[in-house]
């Protein structure tokens, strides 16, 4: 506590320059903390994604990514055999559905996702917490349902006609709001209309909704076993998948702020060490009075990990407020809180701060410990 | 009485050899002394020595050779810490200038050392203020050192070379910067402090101030060359 005392007596005598360097470190941390909140806010994303959809399992065929807009490659046999087996299978409840991407596929304001449902199945099967906005729930027969994110991204109401291909529009006859999840942007039509347009009589996925008492893997395995040719994706896989991608991410993430980072070191170092170096008059006055070589030593640690922690901890105030800046704009753009500042976050944050300014503090610490008492009192 | 029985400040022999270049400086030669309690005046001639005795006496420095015991403690054989540790309860320091810690008040330099040997800080404070009190300058306690006088900077010097109660006062050109009313003020102070049993070790270039030592040792080219005054040995 009296080294505190010491230390803030010392800062406030050269305000400009702690502060300086505090803003140092304060943009080094801000950046790291909003780089690696894209990462949590994905994870979060991704979670919350996976928990609105509601079948656990989609049934494609072979080699179609996790994350991957399937073909329509699957035939009614295959419809037929899990119809067959469902019980054996411990499906409770399934359904064939056909997808089609149009546009980019990058920029979601021009990407459009059609989902085509066959009849007797609404959003509301996708998205349990689907909720109507506008007009009816069932895009049967011959109408769009557009999520509630699609809608306002693209001016989409009540009437307006969407182009499928040169022969084929249908009407907007609803507006449904999934809950910020990505069955939001997409826009349900009937199957029928999907597959006339695609010229085509296969389905692009079949959904599963295991049945009460069976594990959704031992299912997903049971299928793939039983049906040569496709691929039964569970939600866990897909989480466990983009986890992987997403801890990759981090990792290039946070090589990145590590540049920020050691420059904030070097800037925690070169100010301790100058301030050392102005006082080494005064260090050796306390050596002479009778303070031992650690009582300097921690005096300039301490130092240099308050400045550290300072800009630490106002730098991930100002990450959460880059990152609430951010969410503001990808919550418009493409329904998703991209970036989150969990408590892991700004715990490790201020870890790295903390250790940034204990490796920074080190060697100015060690050199003025180390001073001789006579050499510093012979300078004036 | 002898001051050497019990080993206060005694010196045997004590050697400082530097290095200059390619020449060996013979800064301190053999010098053997038991200073006894009171005010012993160190003079001589500048680079004779003076300054280098002081260091070693306090364990500032260690010798090339010969030993240095203060307060029973042999400060040859010891490390940084363990001298550090001996100076912080057994000796007090005004130097020529720059004593003061610039970022700390007057009272805070005072309770510097009350500090370090780890006293509360209500006792510090209160010990600190008598100190000041003591070398009249209560009314500057929360003056820092840049607001005070040459003057007053040393008086807190004193005071914190006090804070402990050392048996050993050292002062290395104390009034050399002042005009000689502030330095016939700091010097009346000082030699006020040889009491009971306290050595006051006063270096000086000023033959007049000496003279009110209560012995003179003369110093030339690193040598003890003669001994003034009531050498009791
Ligand atoms: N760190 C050092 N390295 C080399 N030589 C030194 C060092 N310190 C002192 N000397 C030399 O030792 C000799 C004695 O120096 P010292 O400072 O003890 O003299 P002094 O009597 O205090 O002089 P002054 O009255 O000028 O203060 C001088 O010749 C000086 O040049
Ligand atoms: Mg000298």
Redesign the pocket.
């Known amino acids: 506590m009296e080294l505190l005392a010491l230390v803030l007596r010392n800062q406030k005598a050269r305000p400009v320059r702690s502060l300086l360097t505090v803003l140092g470190i304060l943009v080094a941390t801000a950046s790291m903390v909003l780089f690696l909140s894209f990462g949590e806010g994905l994870r979060q994303a991704l979670a919350s994604e996976m928990t609105k959809f509601g079948p656990e399992i989609r049934v494609v065929a072979e080699g179609t990514g996790v994350f991957g807009v399937p073909n329509p490659e699957l035939d009614q046999g295959v419809l037929d055999t899990l119809r067959a087996h469902a019980g054996e299978l411990g499906i409770a409840r399934l359904f064939p559905a056909v997808v089609m991407m149009k546009g980019s596929g990058f920029d979601p304001a021009t990407t459009f996702l059609f989902y085509g449902l066959p009849e007797g199945v609404t959003p509301k099967d996708l998205a349990p917490a689907a909720r109507l906005v506008a007009g009816r729930l069932d895009p049967h027969p011959d109408g769009a349902v557009v999520g509630k994110q699609k809608a306002e991204q693209n001016r989409l109401t009540l009437g307006k006609t969407l182009r499928l291909s040169r022969q084929a529009e249908v009407p907007v006859v609803g507006i449904v709001d999934a809950g910020n999840g990505l069955a939001d942007s997409f826009i349900f039509v009937p199957m029928k209309l999907l597959q006339r347009v695609l010229h085509t009589d296969q389905y692009s996925v079949i959904l599963v909704y295991v049945a009460p008492g069976h594990k959704v893997d031992e299912v997903a395995a049971r299928i793939r076993a039983l049906v040569p040719g496709v691929d039964a994706q569970t939600t866990t896989e897909a989480i466990k998948y983009a986890e992987r991608a997403i801890k990759i991410g981090d990792v290039i993430r946070f090589g990145i702020s590590l540049i920020a980072l050691i420059v904030g070191g070097l800037l925690v170092a070169n100010t301790v060490m100058m301030s050392v170096y102005e006082r080494i008059r005064e260090f050796g006055v306390m050596r002479a009075i009778g303070a031992r070589r650690g009582f300097i030593f921690r005096l300039v640690l301490l130092e240099a990990l308050l400045l550290a922690l300072a800009g630490g901890a106002v730098g991930v105030a100002a990450g959460y407020l880059g990152s609430w800046v951010v969410n503001l704009y990808t919550t418009q753009a493409v329904g998703l809180a991209l970036s989150a500042v969990t408590p892991r976050l700004v715990l490790f944050s201020l870890a790295v701060a903390l250790a940034l300014g204990l490796s920074a503090g080190l060697l100015p610490a060690r050199v003025a410990s180390r001073i001789s008492v006579?050499?510093a009192l012979?300078r004036l | 009485m002898s001051g050497g029985g019990d080993r206060v400040l005694r010196a045997r022999n004590l050697t400082?050899r530097?290095?200059?270049g390619e020449v060996w400086?013979d800064?301190?030669k053999g010098f053997t002394y038991d200073f006894p309690p009171g005010v012993t005046a160190v003079v001589?001639?500048?680079?004779?020595?003076?300054?280098?005795?002081?260091?070693l006496l306090a364990g500032f420095d260690r010798p090339t050779a010969g030993e240095v015991f203060l307060a029973g403690h042999p400060l040859h054989a010891l490390g940084e810490d363990e001298r550090a540790g001996v100076r912080l309860t057994s000796a007090g320091f005004v130097f020529q200038s720059w004593n003061l810690l610039p970022t700390l008040s007057a009272l805070e330099n005072v309770a510097f050392p009350l500090l370090l040997k780890g006293i509360p800080r209500r006792e510090r404070n209160e010990r600190a203020r008598a100190l000041l009190a003591e070398v009249g300058l209560e009314h500057r306690s929360t003056h820092y050192p840049n607001q005070l006088s040459g003057g007053e900077q040393q008086r807190v010097a004193i005071a914190r070379a006090l804070a402990l109660d050392p048996l050993v006062l050292f002062a290395?050109?104390p009034t050399g910067n002042l005009d000689s009313a502030a330095g016939e003020r700091v010097l009346e102070l000082l030699l006020a402090q040889a009491r009971g049993n306290r050595r006051v070790v006063l270096?000086t270039?000023d033959l007049e101030i000496a003279a009110r030592a209560h012995r003179v040792l003369r110093?030339k080219d690193?040598r003890l060359v003669e001994i003034q005054g009531d050498d009791p040995t």
């Open positions: 006579v050499e012979g | 400082k530097y290095r200059q400086i800064a301190l001589g001639p500048s680079g004779s020595g003076k300054t280098t005795l002081l260091n290395d050109e270096v270039h110093l690193g």
